[in-house]
């Protein structure tokens, strides 16, 4: 995802099912790059993302719409922990 012109930041969301519950697990600021590394992750699991942007308008946070889900799935190699993006 790029940066939006005119957003504030955004919030990343994460679930482990795509119709899922989704739990906001980090907020990027305007100043911070646009890109997060969630690094607890467990091995062979499934976990679907989406990202919000905002705007904030007098002390106020007006949001975007939704990203569509993204699906990341987790896998070990060589006693690593790697993941896949779909």
Known sequence: ???ISGASGYE???ATSKSGKYSKIKT???????SYINSSLTKNKTYYYKVISYRTVSGKKIYSSYSAASKVIT????????????
Do not use: Q
């Not at 990027?28 to 646009?34: L, Y």
């Not at 896998?75 to 779909?86: D, E």
């Open 75 to 86: 896998y070990m190699v060589n006693n690593r922990l790697r993941k896949y993006v779909l």
């Open 12 to 14: 990343v969301y994460r």
């Open 28 to 34: 990027i600021t305007k100043n911070s790059t646009v």
């Open 1 to 3: 995802m790029g940066k």
